[in-house]
């Protein structure tokens, strides 16, 4: 049992009341602030009658893992997993994954259970044309409207149409200057470098922004596993104890070097795609943005990691060689607050936080989104070189015609917003927008990977075993960008 913080005892009821009257409420409240311990309140003082139970759904493993744990210190026993290896659907609490929620929704069919309750974490990740299909179903089982709660940090999109259809309402709002006087989060300083070099000489700023400052521990980002490692070198080599994380490691590797990191043996941690995966390091000191961040929306997720308060750490220093800050219109150290209320709305907290959501202002640029994607295929075999951003030269003739010579692997990309996804990279590869070597590079290793991993299917197909060509093609489980940039952004 905990003692809840202030904004969750006051949400609790407001959204009690919500659901009483019959709204789908969406709780905003920053990373770090303590959304899992208040999705465990809830479920806990939910009604659960026979033949009943309530399913939580987040957008990763990770994330299933963090708030089954949660969960399961405020309602032991009643808890259970449903994705991958973990089918656990018998329990009174089920925490899956979006991508699992349909197999756990005919799981729940077969044994003749309704869900009484859907919590929805990262609400942003619903709009899936999957997770609609899943919770209509979820309806049809419990032959009525599913009383249903959303928890994110950033809910508001980018786009009018990726408005969130499955919510009415944020009505409780906890933003960052409620969790700085409450002592929940810790005021921030971002260091740029200011100093002389080419982009491409990132790695040698990075180690010398570190060495200047001297803040420790830090996470450092990295794109791929093998870039990870190789930087990870790089600091070691420079007297900066340093090693990377990754899908490639088992977890008890991966919590022997977060605890080195946390005790002082490391200075640095390298990791791939780990602060998307629910990671949670409130005794961090510094954020290294060596991986560049396109879309404001991540930038402060990302950011808001290193901004959780712990014994003794007087502030979040975030490092900031690309000055990401200056491109995303965030030009003085007070913006970064200024971020984060956009994304969560205005309002600081309290009950009389009420209204339709708005939209967001960022929109990710084709590299940004051709970087993100390589980072989460990293650890099912793409593996891209540096950004695009890095390699400003001119995307060659031979570079433009090998992709406009693959275009025809777009077809096996899957996923949500498949078609959309599809429709607009044919019109970046046919209009010949694709510029840079960078972008290019990257383009094309995702149309290898496409091509390959579709490969035994289409010779299925050839062979006119089109239900067994469709079958055997299996789309990985990672979260995946699902906003391409149209040629006009």
């Given amino acids: ?22 709204r789908r409420p969406v709780v905003s409240a920053f990373m770090g602030s303590g959304k899992s311990v208040f999705l465990a309140e809830l479920c806990a003082n939910a009604r659960i009658d026979p033949g009943k139970g309530i399913i939580v759904a987040a957008p990763r493993a990770g994330l299933v893992e963090q708030l089954a744990a949660t969960l399961g210190r405020r309602m032991p026993g009643r808890v259970g997993r449903w994705y991958e290896a973990a089918k656990e659907g ?46 209509a179903a979820l309806d049809a089982l419990a032959g009525r409207p599913v009383a ?24 409780y709002r906890y933003g960052w200057r409620d969790g700085i006087a409450d002592g929940v989060i810790v005021p921030w300083r971002v260091v740029r470098w200011g100093g002389e070099g080419e982009a491409a000489e990132v790695d040698r700023i990075c180690v010398e922004m570190l060495k200047r400052e001297g803040v420790f521990p830090t996470l450092a980002s990295a794109r791929t596993i ?4 190789a930087f990870a070198a790089l600091l070691s080599g420079s007297d900066l104890p340093a090693m990377a994380v990754h899908s ?19 200075r640095v941690l390298v990791h791939v795609a780990m602060l998307a995966e629910g990671a949670d390091f409130p005794w961090l000191r510094g954020l290294m943005l060596r991986r560049r961040v396109g879309a404001r929306v991540r930038f402060v997720q990302e950011v808001g990691r290193v901004l959780r308060a712990h014994p003794g750490k007087g502030e979040g220093v975030v490092f900031d060689p690309f000055d990401l800050m200056g491109e995303l219109g965030l030009t ?3 913006a970064i607050g200024e971020a984060m209320e956009a994304e969560e709305g205005t309002g600081t907290g309290g009950g009389g936080g009420e209204g ?48 406009q010579g693959m275009v025809w692997a777009l077809s096996w990309w899957r996923g949500p917003k498949g078609e959309a996804v599809r429709k607009r990279l044919r019109e970046w590869i046919r209009a010949g927008r694709v510029r840079t070597k960078g972008d290019a590079s990257d383009l094309i290793a995702l149309l290898r990977w496409l091509a390959d991993r579709s490969a035994g299917a289409r010779e299925l197909r050839k062979g006119g075993a ?21 040629l006009e952004d």
């Fill in 1 to 22: 049992m905990w003692t809840l913080r202030r904004w969750q005892a006051e949400a609790l009821p407001v959204v009690i009341g919500a659901l009483r009257a019959r």
């Fill in 90 to 135: 018998g329990a009174p609490v089920v925490v899956t994954t979006y991508q699992s929620l349909p197999t756990l929704t005919e799981a729940w069919r077969g044994a003749g259970r309704a869900p009484c309750l859907a919590v929805c974490d990262e609400v942003h990740g619903t709009e899936a044309d999957t997770v609609r299909a899943s919770v």
């Fill in 148 to 171: 249903r709660v959303g928890l994110t940090a950033t809910p508001f999109r980018s786009r009018s149409r990726e408005s969130l259809s499955l919510w009415d309402e944020a009505v």
């Fill in 226 to 229: 093998r870039d990870a490692e």
């Fill in 248 to 266: 490639e490691l088992s977890a008890r590797e991966v919590a022997g070097r977060i605890e080195a990191l946390r005790d002082g043996r490391l």
């Fill in 332 to 334: 003085h150290d007070e």
């Fill in 356 to 403: 339709r959501q708005p939209e967001a202002v960022a929109v990710l640029s084709l590299s940004d989104w051709l970087a993100e994607v390589g980072a989460a295929l990293s650890r099912h075999g793409l593996e891209v070189g540096r950004p695009g951003r890095w390699r400003r030269e001119a995307a060659t003739p031979g570079q433009i015609r090998a992709a």
């Fill in 466 to 486: 089109f239900i067994e060509a469709q079958v055997s093609y299996r789309w990985p489980v990672v979260t995946l960008p699902e906003e391409v940039p149209t």
